[in-house]
């Protein structure tokens, strides 16, 4: 059985193991889904992220182990939360309205369509207040297309609303998503 529940201090270690295993090399041919050439924040970093954000973990409760995580900020945490992040600031300068940022939803290999993505979704929107008229999602598009995420994505309801190019050559959809 799977829990979904807000993500704790403890919580890090497994954090940090799921986005490793999940971490992809731009140059990697065949993978459709994962945290491509994604710097894998520090302990310290997702210990602060599990405080500030609106961060869930989906715990397999028969091993006792997280199998999955999504978090996600405010507009007002996203300065001090993501300093100088090129795409966050091209979000912030697109938006008008009062929004929220996805950074991440994975889930282990093993547990990819079982729902645990959808379910930690589910519980974020059920969490965040309704001012936030707006939620949005970047996803990798080149070197590697995230087709996964992208397909979920949709699925609740993102739409693409542009791309934008950094200047490592990596290429994000920037998905947007009226609540």
């Known amino acids: 059985m799977i829990k979904i529940r807000k993500a704790k201090l403890e919580d890090v270690p497994s954090l940090i193991e799921i986005a490793q295993s999940r971490w992809i090399s731009g140059e990697a041919v065949g993978k459709s889904t994962g945290l ?19 961060f869930y973990v989906a715990e397999d409760l028969e091993n006792s182990r997280v199998v999955g995580f999504l978090d996600c900020y405010k507009d007002n945490l996203l300065e001090t939360t993501f300093p100088n992040d090129s795409v966050l600031r091209e979000i912030i300068n697109s938006e008008g309205e009062r929004f ?4 991440t939803w994975i889930v282990r290999e093993k ?13 974020m ?20 297309r995230n087709i996964m995420s992208i397909a979920f994505g949709k ?5 693409l609303e542009k791309e934008f190019e950094l200047s490592d050559n990596l290429i994000f959809g920037l998905y947007k998503m009226k609540r």
Do not use: C, M
């Not at 310290?44 to 609106?54: A, Q």
């Not at 929220?100 to 950074?103: C, D, G, L, S, T």
């Not at 699925?155 to 739409?159: K, M």
């Open 36 to 54: 491509v050439d994604y710097r894998i924040p520090s302990e310290e970093k997702y210990s602060k992220r599990v405080n500030s954000g609106l």
């Open 155 to 159: 699925r609740l309801g993102f739409g």
């Open 100 to 103: 929220a940022y996805i950074n």
């Open 111 to 123: 547990y990819e369509g079982r729902g645990v993505t959808f379910n930690l979704f589910n519980q």
């Open 125 to 144: 929107n059920a969490d965040l207040e309704k001012e936030y008229f707006n939620l949005w999602a970047a996803i990798v598009h080149k070197p590697v």
